[in-house]
């Protein structure tokens, strides 16, 4: 277990409503990134928070937008909810590697599973 | 072009078999690399780590050639167990952002 939870698990939405996905990240990690992965495709990266600020930004609109608390926890948000929104969302933490640290490893909560009819 | 560019797969092997994954990446700037696996329905997980001297973890060997632009995957001796989509991931920074994803490469081991 990566020790980096999502919830909720499972949503059902309609078009045009909004929703919030949350995240805990591992004890220690104080970096949150966010991926969309559609059916049949790899995940797709949407932002990273560091220390409650974003710190990176995938191509998606500013409908999505994210939080990130200083318990590190994390929130997407995705406004006027649109088809093609269904897909799993992934949360993945990491600890921000300090100086000689050459790999930053991400580790993948088990994601929200967002259908938008 | 893609960033990331991986086999289109599926590969359908047989129990004990070798398979090769192959990954190319665009941007010559990228600095990590890995591989993780997706398992039906789950979250990906780090399978391991690339380096630049290619690295062994027991069946899995990686190799990265950056002149090439090119990772490989190599799984020995296949187990049920491996049937999974094989994710390449560049990392184009040492600081976290913008992991980029292939598309993936499932693998089916068969019995």
């Known amino acids: 277990e990566t020790g980096v939870t999502q919830s909720p698990t499972h949503l059902i939405k309609t078009r045009g409503q909004q929703v919030t996905l949350r995240c805990s990240s591992q004890?220690?990690?104080?970096?949150v990134s966010w991926y969309q992965q559609a059916l049949g495709q790899g995940p797709q990266f949407i932002f990273q928070?560091?220390?409650?600020?974003?710190?990176g930004r995938g191509n998606f609109p500013p409908r999505f937008s994210g939080l990130q608390f200083p318990n590190y926890s994390s929130e997407l948000n995705v406004n006027a909810l649109e088809l093609d929104d269904s897909a799993l969302y992934l949360c993945?933490?990491?600890?921000?590697?300090?100086?000689?640290?050459?790999?930053?490893?991400?580790?993948f909560g088990a994601g929200t599973r967002l259908s938008v009819l | 072009r893609k960033e990331v560019e991986q086999d289109p797969g599926p590969f359908n092997v047989p129990e004990g078999a070798t398979v090769a994954f192959n990954c190319t990446y665009s941007?010559?700037?990228?600095?990590?690399f890995f591989w993780y696996r997706q398992d039906c329905r789950k979250e990906p997980k780090l399978l391991m780590s690339?380096?630049?001297s290619g690295n062994e973890d027991g069946r899995f060997t990686a190799q990265l050639n950056r002149a090439s632009q090119y990772i490989s995957l190599l799984i020995r001796d296949s187990k049920l167990s491996d049937s999974a989509t094989y994710l390449c991931v560049v990392n184009e920074d040492n600081y976290g952002q913008n992991f980029v994803f292939g598309p993936g490469t499932r693998l089916s081991v068969l019995p």
């Open positions: 993945a933490s990491s600890p921000r590697p300090t100086s000689g640290v050459t790999k930053n490893i991400q580790y």
């Open positions: 928070y560091y220390r409650e600020e974003e710190n």
């Open positions: 690339v380096y630049s």
């Open positions: 941007n010559s700037a990228s600095q990590s």
């Open positions: 004890s220690g990690h104080n970096t």
